[in-house]
């Protein structure tokens, strides 16, 4: 029996875990894959309060010795369902249940993939889904975007102002983001735009960065290649939320709905982090949300 079982163990919920300790509660943090989240495929991270810059792996590294030195205790498995039995909760894993008296999800969201082979190798060697994040790396060289929608149309121009050519890459022919969005990409000289156009391969360099794309017009079916030095990745997230869909409030586009206070519409379930509804999704905007779902639900264990 625990107070609080995390479920997630990136920023939002480590940080959970950490304000949750030091406010004498016992925690489990469970994690499915690696813990520290998303901001492990980052090589360089240079947005992090306090950090110049460093990987995303070792910040991951201080976050967690940081937690388990607080004494949380954490558990590598996948959370299959949470069952809520009022003032208890159980959290159903791959590897056994536990039972704790609050909930805070924390479970991120996936960027959306192209779906391509070896996608997966070029995650954080030249392929990117963050142009805030990553966009200075690639400071007067040529990049592709790839999408049409709001994010890729932004992403696009704010690349353009740094890198010295930029592809956006289209599979509809037309795009769907603002059409004052589309407008300023089509005036903006170094963005070339390439409607109805698929990326079918990616292609390394000997030291394994991504150097190339092959692209396929959908129409002519006719094939090119194109020497890139980066490539963002900008066809949606996807939040990791399906298995929270029968006990919680999700929004129309899975998201988990909560307010600034990050409580969801079930009494002593929470949320922190990118898998609720919120505008900004950075490692400052979960740590925030950990901190202060970790304060809401210690007020709901102490009956406050
Ligand atoms: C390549 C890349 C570069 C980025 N660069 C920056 C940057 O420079 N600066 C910045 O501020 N942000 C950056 N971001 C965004 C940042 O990583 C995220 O905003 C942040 O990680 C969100 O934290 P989170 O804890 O909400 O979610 P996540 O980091 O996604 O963590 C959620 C965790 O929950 C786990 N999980 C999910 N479902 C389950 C389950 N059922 N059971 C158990 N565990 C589960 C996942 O495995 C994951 O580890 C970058 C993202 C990427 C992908």
């Known amino acids: ?3 609080i079982i995390v ?6 919920g480590l940080t959970a875990a950490l304000y949750a300790r030091r406010a004498n509660k016992s925690v489990l943090v469970i994690e499915k894959d690696a813990f520290g989240g998303q901001i492990t495929h980052s090589p360089k991270v240079e947005n992090i309060p306090g950090f110049y810059s460093l990987s995303g792996n070792e910040f991951a590294e201080k976050l967690v010795e940081q937690v388990m030195l607080q004494g949380a205790d954490v558990e590598s498995c996948q959370v299959l369902s949470v069952s809520d039995g009022g003032e208890y909760k159980t959290v159903k894993t791959d590897d056994g249940d536990f039972t704790c008296k609050a909930v805070i999800i924390a479970t991120g969201t996936k960027h959306r993939m192209l779906g391509i082979e070896n996608e997966e190798d070029f995650i954080g060697h030249g392929i990117s889904f963050c142009a805030v994040c990553d966009g200075a790396f690639y400071k007067d060289k040529t990049v592709a975007v790839i999408g049409g929608g709001n994010s890729a149309l932004q992403e696009a121009i704010l690349l353009s102002k740094l890198c010295c050519k930029v592809y956006l890459i289209q599979n509809l022919d037309f795009f769907t983001g603002e059409a004052s969005l589309s407008e300023q990409v089509k005036n903006t000289d170094n963005i070339e735009i390439m409607l109805g156009t698929v990326v079918n391969a990616l292609h ?4 394994g960065e991504l150097s190339k794309i092959t692209v396929e017009n959908t129409l002519s079916s006719q ?3 194109i020497d890139v030095d980066g490539m963002f990745v900008a066809i949606g997230l996807v939040p990791q939320n399906e298995i929270f869909a029968s006990l ?25 982090g990118d898998c609720r509804t919120k505008k900004i999704r950075q490692v400052a905007t979960a740590a925030s949300d950990g901190a202060t779902a970790a304060l809401d639900a210690c007020d709901y264990v102490d009956g406050r």
């Open 223 to 225: 094939t090119s290649e």
């Open 248 to 272: 919680i409030a999700l929004d129309e586009r899975g998201y988990i709905k909560a307010d600034e206070g990050c409580e969801t519409n079930v009494r002593g379930i929470f949320v922190a």
């Open 7 to 12: 479920i997630g163990g990136g920023p939002a």
């Open 204 to 207: 390394g360099d000997t030291d």
């Open 1 to 3: 029996m625990y107070d």
